[in-house]
Structure formats: structure tokens, C-alpha cells
């Protein structure tokens, strides 16, 4: 048995999915805000398919770290699973199997056919990798679902990421999308008001960076890391910002540090108390443990570049 209780609009958002599958193999989306509870959606959706089809359910996740995050809320359907993915484990034992993309790419279309449906974590990202394996795994079984989750439905080059929404009208701001429907939305705004989430505080020290001569790298959708480099060259700016958010955080029980580069998240970790701070980035060792160690409240602030973003989740962090 489930140990847990969904949400009303978590529940609704399962009703409405389960009911679309049912009767259409068309791809759909549920635009689901951050901190509305993806993870416990995708685990719950997946106990009704395996147990309505008794076939596999495949949940298709972008990194280990959303890999391991989703296997803590599939724990709690009470229904075996497996992880396939290089830096966990790659088994395919059990019937709800999730997995990482690039370790799941290479038995899609060998195995494409066991499986009911696809949960798609973090749908936005419609790479060629997620593509093919999607490919792959029709050629096999036609009637595939795929089902997207996501906060953010939208792509800077192409606009959103269905054709149709949860009115079902038309969508213009978008080019060739990949999933046919929106299905479901719970905005943030939704989660402030009902009391799920607690309301945004926008609030600048007088010490703050000039981002004036910031430059855009059209390419990449961001800015240029020149001029990131340039805007954090004295050093003094950041530690007084430094000061200024400790102060403003003595009362909270978890704060997440967002940087720009390793160097200023380096910058920003030595300036913060010795014991209470971990730091992530891409070169850094024992990620796994940092996470975890911030999540158990053994550390306050978790410094990082491009790591605690897309689907992290940490309820405590206020």
C-alpha cells in the first residue's frame, strides 16, 4: 500500500493523466510548478499503469541525482523497482524500471516493446537523445504513452513544448512541438495561495553587482562567461553580499547559494562559517554525500553552479 496522501491537485493531476493514457497514445504534458510534487505524481502514476497493464513502466529522468530522487518517492508506492543507470546500478529486474538517458539510450529499442509507457521527468529538455530512445521504443510498441512532466513548458528557440492546451486551443507561440496535449497546470502563484509554497521576497543589499556590461551568447541562451568574469572581479562585492545574506539568514534552516562560476563558487564557500557549507560543481568530489548531507539539515548552505537546479528538492529550505 501507497505511504503517503496525495495533494488535492495531485490527485487531480494523476485522475486527468491516467484518463488520457486510457484513451489516447497521442504524447501529453502536466506543467507542474517547482514544488508541487513531481516525484510523488510520476511515482503514483506509475503504480496505476503497472498495476492497470502489468506491463513496464519506464521513468525517464535527465541525472542521477533526479534518478535517486525519484526512487526515494517510488519507495513509497510500496512497489519493487530498478534503477538503469551507469552511476547507480543498471538493472532491469523489476517492472518499473527508472532510468537516465544516456545509459537507457543503448536497450530502448531492444526492449521497446515490454513497456506500457514513458514518464518523462523534466520534459522541457527534448533532446535527440530523449527523441530516439522515444523513437526506438515505438518501432516496437506503437501504442506507447509518453507522458511530460515539467515546470517550465517553454523553450527559448522554439516556444512551448505542445501543440494544444489544457482548453485545448491551439498553440501559436511554438514550432514543430514534440508533445501533442496539455493536460493539467498548477502554477506557482497556485501553490503561494493555497499555503504550499511560502510568497517570493525579493530583496537587494546595497552592495550588489553591476550587470550593465553583462553580454548575451545568443547560442547558448545566456550569458557570456567573459563578462560573468568581468562583473565578479572584485572580490570585496561578494563578500559583502556574503555578510549581508548570512545576517539576513540566521533564523532559516536551509539556504541555497546559486553561482556563476567554480571560481565564485569557491570564492562564495570560503567565505561562509567552517562546518556549515557544502559546495557543488562539476569537479567536485563526493556530490552525493553533500546532497545528502544538506537535505539532512547536517549543513546549512549548499554553494553550487548548475547542480541544485532542474527538479532539486529540498522541503526544508525556506
Same mark, same amino acid.
Given at each position: ?11 487531480? *493531476? ?52 533526479? *534518478? ?30 527508472? *532510468? ?132 565578479? *572581479? ?85
Amino acid at each position: 500500500m501507497p505511504n503517503y496522501t496525495l495533494r488535492d491537485y495531485q490527485q487531480e *493531476a494523476v485522475d486527468i493523466a491516467i484518463d488520457w493514457m486510457k484513451k489516447n497514445s497521442d504524447s501529453a504534458v502536466l506543467e507542474l510548478s517547482g514544488g508541487a510534487g513531481k516525484s510523488i505524481i510520476i511515482a503514483e502514476i506509475a503504480r496505476i499503469l503497472y498495476n492497470m497493464t502489468g506491463k513496464r513502466i519506464l521513468c525517464l529522468v535527465p541525472s542521477k541525482t533526479l *534518478a535517486e530522487q525519484n526512487g526515494e518517492k517510488m519507495a513509497l508506492t510500496g512497489e519493487k523497482f530498478s534503477f538503469y543507470s551507469a552511476s547507480i546500478a543498471k538493472s532491469l529486474r523489476h517492472k518499473i524500471v527508472i *532510468a537516465t538517458e544516456g545509459t537507457f539510450k543503448s536497450v530502448a529499442k531492444k526492449h521497446g516493446s515490454e513497456f506500457a509507457a514513458v514518464l518523462v521527468d523534466e520534459a522541457d529538455r527534448v533532446t535527440a537523445t530523449f527523441k530516439q530512445i522515444i523513437e526506438d521504443m515505438r518501432e516496437q510498441n506503437p501504442l506507447l504513452r509518453v507522458l511530460g512532466l515539467t515546470g517550465t513548458p517553454f523553450r527559448l528557440q522554439t516556444g512551448y513544448i505542445y501543440e494544444l492546451d489544457d482548453k485545448n486551443r491551439i498553440v501559436k507561440d511554438t514550432v514543430d512541438p514534440y508533445y501533442k496535449k496539455l493536460l493539467y497546470r498548477v502554477t506557482c502563484n497556485d501553490l503561494i495561495e493555497r499555503g504550499f509554497l511560502t510568497p517570493i521576497q525579493v530583496g537587494v543589499t546595497q552592495e550588489h553587482y553591476d550587470t550593465s556590461n553583462l553580454k548575451i551568447d545568443v547560442k547558448n541562451e545566456s550569458f557570456t562567461q567573459k563578462s560573468l568574469n568581468e562583473m565578479l *572581479a572584485d572580490g570585496n562585492v561578494t563578500q559583502k553580499i556574503v555578510a549581508d545574506f548570512i545576517i539576513k539568514t540566521r533564523d532559516k534552516k536551509g539556504v541555497m547559494v546559486f553561482c556563476t562560476s567554480i571560481k565564485h563558487a569557491e570564492e562564495v564557500f570560503a567565505m561562509l562559517p567552517d562546518g556549515e557549507a557544502g559546495l557543488l560543481h562539476g569537479k567536485t568530489d563526493n556530490q552525493s554525500k553533500t546532497v545528502k548531507d544538506f537535505k539532512a539539515q547536517r549543513i546549512k548552505y549548499l554553494v553550487n553552479v548548475d547542480m541544485a537546479t532542474v527538479g532539486f528538492d529540498a522541503p526544508h529550505v525556506d
